[in-house]
Structure formats: C-alpha cells, structure tokens
DNA sequence: AATGAATGAGTATTCATTCAT
DNA sequence: TATGAATGAATACTCATTCAT
C-alpha cells in the first residue's frame, strides 16, 4: 500500500499545473491550457528569462498574440504558472495525516513514519519538483513576492501538515517535544542531503529506489532517538 | 571570542571572490580584479542573464572590449568567478576542525558543537552566500558542470570537514555512529529550515542574532540524541 | 446677450462631432455613435497614431470587430471623424453675418466688429478647437486630401463668411476696400498671435478673458485704421 | 539686394540642422551626421510615429543598434533634430535688422518693409519649414516641452527681433505705436493667410514668386495704414 | 449586426560579440 | 592591451485587421 510515489511523474504534473489556473474541458481555453503546458516545461528547462516568448507561442502552437490576450504579459504567466503549481502540493499536504490514521497508541511509530518519509523525499526528488524548486529560487531576486508565496503554499504547508501529524502522534503518546520543532527536524533530516544534491546536479539519474528507502529509513532513525516518547 | 561569524561580511567576500581567479595586486591587471568584482556583484543581485556585459564594462570603469579580451565570453567569466568563490568555502572547511581541537575525552562535547554550529549556520545565512546559492541554482541547467563541480567543492567539501571532525569526536569516544551520516545529519539539522526559508524570501531581513543562536542550541540537542555515546 | 462663446465647450463640441456623420438617434446604432465619440476624444488626445483600435473599442464600450465592421478600417473612421466636425464650422459661418445684422449706415462700425472679433477669437481657443487643428496639420502628410478639404470647409468658409460680412458693410459705406482681402487681414489681425501661440502650447491655460478682448480690440483698431471708409 | 529667399532651400535647410547638435569634421561623427540627416527627412516626410528606427537606420546606411548609441532613444534624437534646427531661426532672427540698417529718417520706409515682408514670407513658406511647423504642432501633445520650447527659440525670437525693428523705426520717426503690438500684427499679416493655407495643403506647388511679393505687398500696406507716423 | 479569439507583421529597444584604431 | 564604434540577431510587446460563431 505504501507508496504511491510514481503519481508524481512528470507529464502528469505539468498536467495539473495546466488546469490549476481556469476552466478547461478543451473548449475555447484549450489554447489558454496549451500555453500553459508549453510555458511550464520552457520555463522549467530554461528558466524565465531563457524562454522568450516566441518560444512559448511556438511550442504552444499559437500565435504570440494570442499568448499575449489571455496572459497580460510574461511575467504575469510566469506567476501564473507558478501559483498554479502549489494547488500540487497543497493536495500533498493535504493526504499527508492520512500516512499515520491507522497508527494506534500501542503500535510502533516507526514503520509508519518510514512510509511517510519515504513518501515525502521521493515526492521532492521527482524531477519536476526540483526543476520547480530551481526555477523559483533562482527567479527569487526578480520574483520575491512570488517566491516568498509559493514558499508559505507549499514548502510551508508541508511542514505544517508534519507538525499537525506530529501533534496528532503526540496526543497516543508515542512521540514527544514540540510538534513544530519535530516537524522542521524530520523534514530536513529526510530531505536535507538528497533535496541539496538535487539542487545542483540538474543531469544526474535520480536516485535509485533503494537508496531513497535506505536514507529515509536512517533519517526516521535520527529521528525518533530524539522525540520518541520513552516508555 | 568563539564566533567570528564577522569575517563574512558582505564587502570582504565580494573582495575574495575578486581575488580568487588571478592573484595579482594592482598593475596593469587592476583591471581583470575590477572586472571580476563587478560582474561577481552584479550576478549576485541581478543574475547571469540580468546582467549585461554593457554593466559589467560600465561598472568596472572599463571598455567592453576588454571584459572579453580578459575572458573570452560571458559563460567564461561567469564560471570562473563561481568558481572562484569556492575558495572561500574550501577556507571555511578547512577552519572547521580547529573549532573542537581543545575538546578532551572527558569533556562535554555539546558546548563545541554548539559553537561550531553557530557559526556554521551564521556563515551560510550571510545574505552574499544565500544570494550566491541563489544564483548557482537558478544558473544549474544552464551550467550543469559549473552547478556540480561548486556543489562538490563547497558544500560538500564541508561536509567532509565536519565528518573528519565527528570521526576525531568519536575516536575520542565522544560520538559514535557513522561520520558521514552524523555530518549530513548535523548539516541540516543546524541549517534545514533557516537555509529553505533563505532561499525564498530575498527580501527579509537577516535572522536575527538570538534566533541563530536557539536554532543552532535546538539543531546540537537534536543531534546529540542521536549521536551521543552513551556513557 | 452679446458673446454666446459658451457653446463651443467641450463636451457639447464632441456630441456634436459624433453627430455629425450619421443622425441616428439611440436604437441600434447607438453603438455607431458611441464608437464616433470615444474616437473623436481619443483622436484629439493622442493622434491618429497614438490611438489603438482597441482603445477605442474598450472606450465605446463596444468589440473591435464592431468598429470595423461600421468603418471598414481606421482611417475611414478618423475621415469620417474630421469631415464631420466641419458640421460645426460650417454653423458658426453660417451664423456669422447675424452678428451685424443690425448695424445702420448711420452707426460706427467698432462696437459690431468687436463683438465679432471677440466671438470668432474665442471659439478657435477653444481647447478642443485646437486640438482638433493640431490633429489634422500634424496627420496632413498621410491624409492630405482630408486636410485639404477640412481647410476649404472650415477655415476658408468662415473666411468666405467673413468676406460677406464686410462686403455688406462696404455696400451701406461703412468699409472700403475688397472684402476677400479685409477678410484675410481681419481673421489674421484677430487670431493670428493667439492661434500661433495655442498651437505650440498644449498644456498653458486658455487665454483669460479680459486678454481675449483686449486682443480682439486692438485687432479691429488696427483693421478699421486699413479699411474704415474715410467720412 | 532684396531677397535672397533662395538660400533656404531643402537640401541646405536639413544639413544646417544636421549639424546644429555637435561637431562634425565628416570623420567619426560621419555616422552621427548621417543618423541626423536622415531621421530629419523621415520625421518631416512620415511624422515621428510613422518613422521607425529600422528606417532611420536604413535610410542613413547605419546598423539600428548605432542609432542606439548615439542618441538614447527615439525622443532624444527628435528632440535633438528639433531644436538643432532652432539654430536656422536664431540665425533669420538676428539678420532681420539688416534689412532697415540703411533706412534714414527721411526715408520712406514702405520699400524696406515691403523687402522685409518679403523676406519673411518666403522663408516661412519654404516646404521644409511648414512642414517642420506641421511635425511640431501634429506632436505637441506627445512633446509639450519640445512644442513650446521650439517656438519659444524660433517664431516667438522671430517677432522679438520684429518689435526691435519697429522700435528703431519708431525712435527715428517712422513709426508709431507700440512695437510689440505692431511686430505680431505685422506678422500675421504677412504670414497669416498663406501660412494657414500651407498648413493645411501639403502637396500644393508652393506660391508663385509674384504673387508671394503682392501678398507682401499688401500686408505692408495696411500695416502702414495703422501704424505710421502721421507726418 | 455583434462578439471573443486569433493572426502576422511591426514596434522600440537590448543583447553578446567583433572590428578598426 | 585597451578602446569606441559598430553589428545582426533577439527581446518583450503592440498593431490593424480578420475569422468562426
């Protein structure tokens, strides 16, 4: 049951991102979806200011114009697209409390933060996801209101979701300290060295399954020696 | 004395990655060094693709000629100030281990680490490194090599140094577990959520002192439960 | 009673302009005229040139296909535009010869030649007025035929009228001298400074009035020492 | 000795402005000149809107981009050709008072101002000049400084060195009346009526010399009605 | 008759780079 | 080595006009 990692591929990914913005249902706004789905994989291969606009109209099979008519200006796409995308992981953070729903005050956290853990780093290890990742960042100094949102959205809400989690867990009695510290600390001893290796290795292979369980498996164990409730 | 977290400040490191890529003084080749220190502030506020060579010759007080009879084109110039810059991490690594060098066996390790944390986490928010991160980030698809080979030489060059200094703890009978993870684990642990928060908001102001200083206090508590030998 | 200059404001100025092309009430065509009038005021603004067709659909209120599909393309609209403020011109000469339709023989000209002065000075300062004169000389390159034909319906008409005017005084022995020249030399004696001046400064204040009359006084003063009929 | 009309003639008129704005010598500033004489043509041909700067630069054989260089942008280089040509009025201005240096107090001065007239009137309705006069007027609006600025330095010096004339006509008891008074009403006698016409008629032959000098002729006439001296 | 969406050519301006001196 | 002037291709964005509905 546990991992449905692969529902983040990433054709489906820029599909959701596609449909974030407006109504669809292939009608009149199938060129407004089009440019969407051409603009997010232009600007996630080549950054903002590397995609021009006549490039996005020509990937979108429309005229540039017509680009211009449905999304004032780039910029206004740019964001656009970017908040469209944290609908993504506002669904993530969403489903996250239901990793731990069946844990009972007798049973073991343990296997059940691995799932969630294994779970959460190959979310933020699917290549889009960090694609996004870099493109935000590196659009923070000429984006700052944008970056800074998308940060409270999505990373954000994540760790929030964690903390509520963490609470949760807390009141059975089988964790202890304080949720949002908890949250911070799994988050970052989950994701921490593989997110920061995939922020600068754009071309590597993704990190194979094993290794992902394995560094999930040994940051739960960090984990728990620090806020499993003693018994 | 222990925290000389000031010798990172924002003119100082422009000045060192300036000197990075040629060591002369003066001369004739003032030039080249004016070059580089403009082009590396430029980058840093307005990015690779913000920035122009027109404003890079202009404020370097230079011809444009001259930018690229010093460096071939843009890309060369770019890589090589990044390049550059690694010095001073490569510095900073090897500063590390001097931090814990008067730790004895008998002694309690969480005040070293605590110190070395704080100033670990204090180095990496100076709003230069942060902007620097930023730029490589967002550069990574452009420059792949460049994005990997500073990732290689800076960060995890640190975090080399940090494992040597946990193998030297643990020889001493103070840690025990894997180096290597116990680094990783330090790593983001002291800087995970200052780090993520940094790369979003380019705007905010610095974190202030106290709150560097609890983040590293809580990161070192965290680390120790996991860490520790038990006694 | 004397100087009805009020009704050349502006707003009555841009209705009767929007009037002018084709007399329909509301109705259906509501929308012809609407599209007259967010033309005329923007024409007179900003230029042929500088006035989109899209600003002047979003100003009438209406889609641009409507504009074009009531005027075949831009320019028709701004010929149409133009030929029918001459509507207005052509009343104001019309109503020209009433202004001394009282004088006797046995009276002094000067009073009735004032008073005509006045009223012709002040409706061609009026602000709209002259910006309808810089629209059509600075557009008199790419509609030459249009600017000809404005000239000849408007300017040279109330000079025709003009000529009238005084033809009837020189026939009850109150001028001398041909009345096509004493036309010229009144109208230029009467706005030339003014109008010279209006053409080059968009943004000043109108003329004050107590200006305007001295200026019509001393113009008539001068004409009356060329073309008063010695007694 | 009276007319030299002659010398403002197309071709001159558009070098005399091309080097008004800085130093030629036809060497490095070749290009600059080129850039300047061409931009002129078009403005005065096409308008400002309807000149592109793909045309200035094609019709002065430059690359676009040298266009760029040399003047900030398309205002700048209009503004520059504007009041670069400012010089050419100043120029007219200052030889105005030539024309009745040799006129003594028992003169009659009908001959010299009759020459005056003459002057004046060709020089104005040169093609050149009206259409400059269009250009300025038909962009008043987008460059109000500009407009009011050019006839600040041209027409409005034009009648300043007007009233000078009078007034020394008057000190040797010539003339009567006020001077600046008499310089606009001699103005716009002269130019009134065939200004006003070659505003609004661009592709008219120009007026024939004679009947350029009977227009002058009359204008002087009645000029001389209201103000010379009553002997 | 009216619309919203679309188009292709054109706008001013800037780019990284090179040439003549 | 250093420069100022020059280039051609690209930039984001707008235009007048037309098509499907």
């Known amino acids: 049951m546990g991992e449905p990692a692969d529902n983040t591929r990433t054709d489906e990914l820029i599909i959701r991102i596609g ?9 009149p706004t199938g060129k407004r979806a089009a440019i969407v789905q051409a603009a997010t994989g232009l600007f996630l ?3 903002y200011q590397g995609t021009s606009t ?3 109209a020509a990937v979108a099979a429309v ?3 017509t680009v211009y008519n449905q999304f004032r200006d780039k910029k206004t796409l740019f964001a656009e697209i970017i908040l469209g995308v944290t609908a993504t992981a506002e669904r993530f953070a969403a489903e996250l409390p239901n990793e731990i729903t069946g844990v009972r005050a007798a049973d073991d956290v343990e296997p059940a933060l691995r799932s969630l853990a294994h779970r959460y780093l190959s979310t933020v290890l699917n290549p889009q996801v960090l694609a996004l990742r870099r493109l935000i960042i590196g659009e923070a100094s000429r984006f700052p209101e944008l970056a800074s949102e998308y940060h409270r959205r999505a990373p954000a809400r994540v760790l929030a979701a964690l903390a509520d989690v963490f609470s949760r867990l807390a009141d059975r009695g089988l964790l202890t300290g304080d949720p949002s510290d908890a949250a911070e600390d799994f988050a970052f ?5 593989a997110l920061d290796h995939g922020m600068f290795h754009v071309d590597d292979d993704p990190m194979p399954e094993p290794a992902v369980r394995r560094a999930a498996d040994r940051a739960v164990a960090v984990f728990l020696a620090g806020y499993r409730r003693p018994s």
């Open 19 to 27: 449909r974030g913005a407006s109504g669809d249902s292939a009608g």
């Open 63 to 65: 005229s540039k114009q």
């Open 45 to 47: 291969r080549q950054g």
């Open 189 to 193: 001893l989950v994701l921490g060295p």
């Open 54 to 56: 006549d490039q996005i």
